[in-house]
């Protein structure tokens, strides 16, 4: 196994000011599959080619926004060591017991300088109905909704965006694959941890702990065109697109969930190795870097956050 130290993104716990419409969204729309509702109102949910027994929660709260977004690593003596590293890096470390969460193992939680609750863990149930392992079918059940793949990354603001970077790269030992820079300091951070061009981003606000979105993947440019069917026909509060990113080359689509969360459906994107050079861009392309097409950014797709 060439991956090592934190392989992937693995949940994100999500606030939600109504259940019932959230779960519409994310189960019938979407397509996610519900896994359990637990005694203290958190709704567990996985998509159809995930493993693991659960990728998104969410919790019904006052305000929308994230709580925070959990990271696998390769084993549990990776989270000892990781634990001592963030340490040093100056940065407090709590320590979750097993089964705060159905099927999840001990966890790692501390606060990142842009003000967001970052996780690690190790160890997490498999899926009852996950993925099949032999003489693999493509799906055991055929995927409903957007048909979305996995719960593949967050999009995070706040400050200290330079500092987020460095403590991603030099302690996680993630990659900075492509960033906006500006002369004082970076202004969007993508960071990977695998193959791929993001694991997470990290874009400058002044308002720390702040949620841009929570992304899906798709298949192909057919099936963003397919979740836009859906989008129209539901009439789901549409952000932008179809489009395609400049930066990762994603192709994207843009959307709200009924609490104003933003999320993201998209396919495509580079595929990175970590002897890559970094990509840059530069402010006054960032209207192309953002949305490819229209090369401008619109108002919206700024400013509101959760
Ligand atoms: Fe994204």
């Not at 407090?92 to 996780?119: D, M, N, T, W, Y």
């Not at 302690?171 to 951070?189: K, N, Q």
């Not at 694991?199 to 720390?208: G, N, Q, S």
Request: proline share 5%; glycine share 8%; with cysteine.
């Amino acid at each position: 196994m060439a991956l090592k130290g934190v392989l992937r993104p693995g949940y994100i716990q999500i606030r939600v000011t109504d259940l019932d419409s959230a779960l519409m969204h994310y189960v019938d729309r979407i397509g996610l599959h519900e896994v359990s509702r637990e005694a203290d109102g958190r709704v567990y949910l996985r998509a159809w080619d995930e493993f693991d027994r659960h990728s998104i929660v969410l919790r019904q709260a006052d305000k929308p926004g994230m709580d925070y977004a959990g990271f696998k690593v390769g084993s549990d003596s990776d989270l000892d060591t990781f634990a001592r590293r963030i340490e040093d890096h100056g940065i407090k470390v709590e320590e979750v017991a097993a089964g705060e969460q159905p099927g999840l193992g001990r966890r790692l939680s501390f606060i990142v300088p842009s003000g967001h609750r970052i996780e690690l863990f190790s160890e997490m149930a498999l899926s009852d109905d996950g993925p099949m392992t032999r003489n693999p079918e493509l799906w055991r059940e055929e995927p409903h909704g957007m048909r979305v793949t996995r719960y593949d990354h967050c999009n995070l603001h706040g400050p200290n965006i330079d500092q987020v970077a460095e403590f991603f790269t030099e302690v996680l030992d993630f990659s900075l694959t492509e960033a906006a820079e500006t002369p004082d300091g970076i202004a969007a951070a993508f960071l990977s941890c695998s193959n791929k061009a993001h694991d997470i981003a990290f874009i400058r606000r002044a308002e720390p702990a702040k949620f841009h979105h929570v992304a899906f993947s798709l298949d192909s440019w057919h099936e963003v065109g397919q979740a836009a069917d859906i989008i129209a026909r539901y009439d789901i509060p549409l952000d932008i697109g179809p489009t395609r990113h400049g930066i990762t080359r994603g192709q994207t689509i843009y959307f709200f969930d009924p609490s104003g969360n933003r999320n993201e459906v998209f396919a495509g994107g580079f595929i990175y190795y970590p002897d890559n050079p970094k990509r840059v861009w530069s402010m006054d392309k960032i209207g192309k870097a953002i949305f490819y097409y229209q090369r401008e950014l619109n108002e919206r797709f700024m400013s509101v956050v959760t």
